[in-house]
Nanobody, 122 residues
Framework: QVQLVESGGGLVQAGGSLRLSCTTS????????MGWFRQAPGNQREFVAA????????YVADSQKGRFTISRDNAKNTLYLQMNSLKPEDTAVYYC???????????????WGQGTQVTVSS
């Protein structure tokens, strides 16, 4: 049974940093592309970042480039999202997700965590 569990969300002031973690079980990070998505109230779930299982290449959405970094620790079965220079518009529930293939659309991903709330105050 695949399980993804996010942690690390919280309340932070604009300009601050948070590191999200996603602990996985039932799958190997070395054979799954892992992604982070977020969803604010009234909005669609949007892509944030992904890390490819084949060569560990990463892709970050334009609005987060230079501020967010995705990484993984295969030995710990844990995915990370380092978020710096946070803005109020980054406020959302953040989800980690897994797919055997890849992509930047939420429909490309098969497994999802329950999400962790990130709130950035101005």
């Amino acid at each position: 049974q695949v399980q993804l569990v996010e942690s690390g969300g919280g309340l932070v002031q604009a300009g601050g940093s948070l590191r999200l973690s996603c602990t996985t079980s039932g799958l190997s990070l070395s054979t799954y592309t892992m992604g982070w998505f977020r969803q604010a109230p009234g909005n669609q779930r949007e892509f944030v970042a992904a890390i490819n299982w084949i060569d560990s290449s990463t892709y970050v959405a334009d609005s987060q480039k230079g501020r967010f970094t995705i990484s993984r620790d295969n030995a710990k079965n844990t995915l990370y999202l380092q978020m710096n220079s946070l803005k109020p518009e980054d406020t959302a529930v953040y989800y980690c997700a897994a797919t055997r293939y890849g992509g930047t659309h939420y429909q490309d991903y098969n497994y999802w965590g329950q999400g962790t709330q990130v709130t950035v105050s101005s």
